[in-house]
């Protein structure tokens, strides 16, 4: 193993993103305590909080109705993904004319490399404050960052959190110990409610009982190799990255009051089924599993899965979907549909599909794909396609399966989770 290494990486952490964005672009907002909302209701949960929210206690992820128990002043904002992407674009473009962005982390987070030129902390001082001054200028003031600067890109995050807001803090390799030890082990990224409990189990409280664990102790109480590549994180080892495999594509919803009706909630479901379809053939997948699970208003869970031949268009998942609706959801008055989710599991590029030499015999198709009616699946893939290219030109929803009810007009639009930017195209599913 090497040596850990000089200063290599430098991240950079959007503060409170989305409250933020909403901050800069209307000017009534700021200074004043924000939460950023997917729907329209107490019931639902603040997405995002500005900082002026934060300071009474709100938190992403708690219930509006607790947030304005805490905050009676909060003004909830309904939350405008497509506006988040773009400032997402256009912040990439202006850290690019400063350094290059070596990793995009998240719709608020990215990483750079830095050069050997770039590696002296004047230097790459220098480059961050001009980074800051460039996305003042270009994004606006209301549109802040902390950045940290580190000897691997684990560390350089950790430094974004040390100070925030708008902060700026150099993790040099002989000071990484003491600055750690100003930390709980629950500050470091990756150690998450059930890790800390399992810390606590060990007898791990404290950032000094962590550090003084041995990588034989950290790999033990991680449970495999993750707890020994956090040692050598933690000590400054610039580790290559994991590499991962995409297993799924989905999509999910909370539901409006105005939706939660089943014959209402099951257009919000077959609308959620056609965008991932969509997303599926864009991004040039098969899918071989769909799933399907709706959340009630009484606290049951409605879940179904089925597994079909590999498939891409849009009408053998909503005939799956169909099916799973008539036969899983229950009946009688007063069951309301709160949370409905929709993944394709099991991906195949479709370099990799094997043509079905049988696809034009009826018998052989429903061998193949007992779960749906039988359709000729070239025919099928041809008219979902046509349906993207329009949908691509003249706008989200100019073509659809079925109708869309006017009151549903509000869920199509994308979302974005932290952990994943949406294309611009997504936007037009």
Not at 51 to 80: D, H, N, S
Not at 277 to 288: D, H, I, K, Q
Request: proline content about 5%; overall charge positive.
């Amino acid at each position: 193993m090497f040596p850990p290494s000089p200063l290599k990486w430098l991240y950079l952490d959007f503060n409170s993103y989305f409250a933020s964005v909403e901050q800069q672009l209307q000017p009534h907002l700021r200074g004043k305590p924000v939460a950023v909302v997917p729907v329209e209701t107490d019931s639902t949960c603040a997405i995002a909080a500005s900082y002026e929210a934060k300071a009474f206690g709100v938190k992403t992820g708690m219930q509006i109705w607790e947030a304005r128990r805490k905050c009676p002043q909060l003004i909830c904002v309904l939350a405008r993904h497509e506006a988040y992407v773009e400032y997402h674009h256009r912040a990439i473009a202006e850290i690019n004319r400063h350094i290059p962005v070596s990793d995009v982390c998240s719709i608020d987070e990215m990483a750079s490399r830095l050069m050997r030129n770039e590696a002296d902390a004047q230097v790459a001082r220098k480059i961050a404050l001009s980074i800051k001054a460039g996305l003042a200028d270009n994004l606006g003031e209301y549109v802040r960052c902390s950045i940290g600067i580190a000897a691997n890109r684990y560390l350089a995050k950790v430094a974004t959190d040390i100070e925030k807001p708008d902060g700026l803090t150099i993790l040099m390799p002989d000071d990484v110990e003491r600055r750690l030890m100003e930390l709980k082990p629950r500050d470091l990224p990756g150690i998450g409610a059930n890790m800390e409990r399992r810390l606590h189990l060990a007898g791990v409280t404290t950032m000094v009982e962590l550090w003084a664990l041995d990588r034989r102790e950290m790999r033990s109480v991680w449970g495999g190799i993750l707890g020994e590549r956090m040692w050598y994180l933690l000590r400054g080892h610039d580790l290559s990255d994991v590499e991962t495999k995409r297993r799924s594509i989905g999509h999910s919803h909370v539901l409006g009051p105005a939706l939660r009706p089943p014959h209402l909630a099951i257009d919000v479901a077959r609308r959620l089924t056609m965008k991932a379809c969509s997303r599926l053939r864009r991004m040039g997948y098969y899918a071989t599993v769909f799933g399907f699970s709706a959340r009630l208003e009484d606290g049951r869970r409605i879940h179904a899965e089925q597994k079909c031949r590999p498939a891409q268009d849009s009408m053998t998942f909503l005939d799956m979907l169909l099916i799973f609706w008539e036969t899983a959801m229950p009946e009688g008055r007063g069951v309301r549909v709160k949370k409905l989710s929709v993944v394709l599991y099991g991906l195949v590029h479709q370099d990799m599909v094997q043509p079905d030499l049988f696809e034009a015999c009826e018998a052989a198709a429903a061998v193949a794909a007992p779960a749906h009616r039988n359709r000729d699946a070239a025919r099928m893939n041809n008219l979902s396609h046509a349906l993207d290219r329009i949908n691509q030109r003249f706008g989200r929803d100019s073509a659809l399966i079925g109708m869309l009810p006017s009151a549903g007009r509000s869920f199509s639009g994308t979302r974005i989770a932290f952990t994943r930017i949406p294309d611009v195209e997504e936007f037009l599913e």
